[in-house]
């Protein structure tokens, strides 16, 4: 599924299911809460943070998957073609570090 047909179905399935997209700040806060949910999984399966008995660190793709829906909310409703913004995004960064990284000896 390319962005552009990901902004429609979320948009779709907000006028069906969601009544109306939720105000961009709240949209903003379930954003950051979700995020936070993948770095609490991040951290207990690949970092150095202990297990909670109730943790569950299998759900990191559902996890990730939240907050790309979240990301597609805001670009939504706030006008933002995301595939547009992504391919002028990867410009920006080619012209800017085509260079950058291959010279960084910490990535050797």
Do not use: P
Not at 17 to 41: C, D, P, Q, S, W
Not at 71 to 84: H, V, Y
């Amino acid at each position: 599924m390319d962005i552009k047909n990901a902004q429609t179905k979320v948009d779709k399935w907000i006028n069906a299911h969601g009544v109306r997209y939720f105000n961009e700040l709240t949209n903003m806060a379930i954003l950051t809460e979700e995020v936070g949910e993948v770095a609490k999984i991040v951290a207990r399966k690949y970092g150095e943070q202990s297990l909670k008995k109730e943790d569950n660190i299998d759900n990191l793709a559902d996890e990730l998957s939240d907050v790309l829906f979240v990301l597609i909310c805001l670009a939504n409703q706030t006008g933002i073609d995301l595939e547009k913004s992504f391919e002028q995004n990867l410009v920006k960064k080619t012209e800017r570090d085509k260079d950058r990284h291959k010279s960084n000896i910490k990535l050797k």
